[in-house]
């Protein structure tokens, strides 16, 4: 399976601020996805990062709001802009290899918004 | 609209129990159908993947049935051990992407 790090593992932001969250693969993977868990809540997904063009949005996201990048097939960015207290959640970036159905997730990013 | 259902939030077992947990669907039509396992702060780990011409499957003291007919799977752990104790997701897929249920918090009691 994929080794998946995520940076940075937690952050405390003020409102109206940016953070850039960083998912690095040990090895190439074909899919690339971003998903937000919220307190209590289950999993949501946000996007599709595509390899070399834009990402493809889940309805209620929107790319103002989380752009995400994937300049290859090891790496990709979120980022949670202008945010607000509604988007303290953990953030995580999921992969699907070559050939294989199963998904691996990274260890997620907790962002607190004050 | 599409749903996915799991039977309760909190199972609570004694150890050495069999813990089933459900998962119901409604206007999905999935390839396969995954669970994983979340401990507290940590992202999900994948257990099994179960494939719509699959009935069942098991891995080590885990088991997953499906029925594409009743729109449900089955996940059993065997022998619980409280190191068990975790919260379950089932997913579903549909063109890779995965749509989660709300997960079940298992408790094993020593």
């Known amino acids: 399976s994929a080794v998946i790090s995520q940076k940075p593992s937690r952050d405390i932001c003020q409102r109206g601020t940016s953070l850039t969250i960083q998912c690095q693969v040990d090895?190439?993977?074909?899919?690339m996805f971003w998903y937000r868990q919220q307190p209590g809540q289950s999993l949501t997904l946000i996007a599709t990062a595509n390899q070399g063009s834009e990402a493809t949005y889940e309805s209620g996201f929107v790319i103002d709001k989380f752009p995400i990048s994937r300049p290859n097939l090891t790496f990709s960015t979120l980022t949670v802009s202008n945010m607000s207290p509604e988007d303290s959640s953990i953030y995580l970036c999921?992969?699907?290899?070559?050939?294989?159905?199963?998904?691996?997730f990274g260890p997620g990013t907790r962002l607190l918004v004050l | 609209s599409q749903k996915i259902e799991q039977n309760s939030e909190a199972l609570n077992i004694q150890e050495g129990k069999t813990a089933t947990l459900t998962c119901n669907y409604t206007n999905y039509s999935p390839a396969y159908l995954q669970w994983y396992r979340q401990d507290p702060g940590r992202g999900p780990v994948f257990l099994l993947l179960i494939r719509e011409n699959e009935k069942e499957k098991r891995k080590e003291r885990l088991k997953v049935t499906f029925d594409t007919t009743l729109k449900q799977s089955l996940f059993h752990i065997t022998a619980s051990q409280p190191a068990d104790s975790a919260t379950y997701l089932c997913a579903l897929e549909s063109d890779y992407k995965l749509s989660f249920g709300a997960g079940t918090t298992v408790t094993v009691r020593a």
């Open positions: 090895s190439q993977v074909t899919m």
């Open positions: 999921s992969v699907v290899q070559h050939y294989q159905e199963t998904q691996y």
